[in-house]
């Protein structure tokens, strides 16, 4: 079991650029999610999944967009990215009821 | 808005229990608590919850008091491994929001 997988672990990415950051779990996890954290800061949730094909909305949602084409996998798209942009981003992902988050390892992402 | 209460920062000498409270006052009865810990900019990784009946893992233990408006997670034998910010989390029920507040930043001391 890899658990959560997160790629890329680092990107740069200049003003006005798209990206798409990409998060796997092979847990048959109904549940996923994106965090940001910034630095002296706690984690922030962005969007998150209740399911294959759901998404919703989360504390901080501007300027992100999600899918969830596939069980698995939860994308977090950014159109135009910006300097505010500039976080770490940790997926995670849990199985349904009360059972816990199980996180990935994070994507650093730099907006310059 | 985070529903648990920790002391910002604890320090624990290595191979001493080191016992990290959370106040949670405003628990309900369906509520869980769940601890977490984040060694430097790693993913937060997954510790212990529970409800109300004490729980001990591997890793640790969760006393929780009987009126549910605190608790204490307990790691027998500190390593300098365990130097880490520690998070109690209370999810609110329907939110699927896990918030995380400052939490407790742990030294173990050599």
């Known amino acids: 079991n890899a658990g959560v997988t997160q790629t890329p672990k680092f990107r740069v990415l200049k003003t006005g650029q798209s990206m798409t950051l990409l998060c796997a779990q092979d847990?048959?996890?109904?549940?996923m999610y994106w965090y940001r954290q910034d630095p002296g800061m706690g984690l922030r949730l962005i969007h998150y999944?209740?399911?294959?094909?759901?998404?919703a909305k989360g504390e901080v949602p501007d300027g992100y967009n999600v899918s969830r084409l596939k069980k698995q996998n939860f994308l977090l798209g950014l159109e135009s990215a910006a300097p505010s942009q500039t976080s770490v981003y940790f997926c995670?992902?849990?199985?349904?009821?009360?059972?816990?988050?199980?996180f990935g390892n994070g994507t650093r992402l730099t907006v310059t | 808005d985070a529903k648990t209460t920790q002391p910002p920062s604890m320090d624990c000498a290595e191979g001493r229990a080191a016992n990290l409270p959370c106040n949670h006052s405003?628990?309900?009865?369906?509520?869980?608590v769940y601890w977490y810990r984040q060694i430097h900019s790693q993913g937060p990784q997954y510790i212990i919850h529970g409800l109300k009946n004490n729980e001990t893992n591997e890793m640790a233990s969760l006393i929780i008091t009987e009126d549910r408006k605190s608790s204490t997670l307990i790691l027998p034998h500190a390593t300098l491994r365990d130097t880490a910010v520690y998070y109690c989390?209370?999810?609110?029920?329907?939110?699927?929001?896990?918030?995380f507040g400052p939490g407790t930043r742990l030294s173990v001391l050599p």
């Open positions: 995670a992902s849990r199985e349904n009821g009360n059972s816990p988050l199980h």
């Open positions: 847990m048959n996890h109904e549940y």
């Open positions: 405003t628990i309900s009865g369906n509520e869980y």
């Open positions: 989390i209370v999810r609110v029920p329907p939110s699927q929001n896990f918030v």
């Open positions: 999944s209740v399911g294959e094909g759901t998404t």
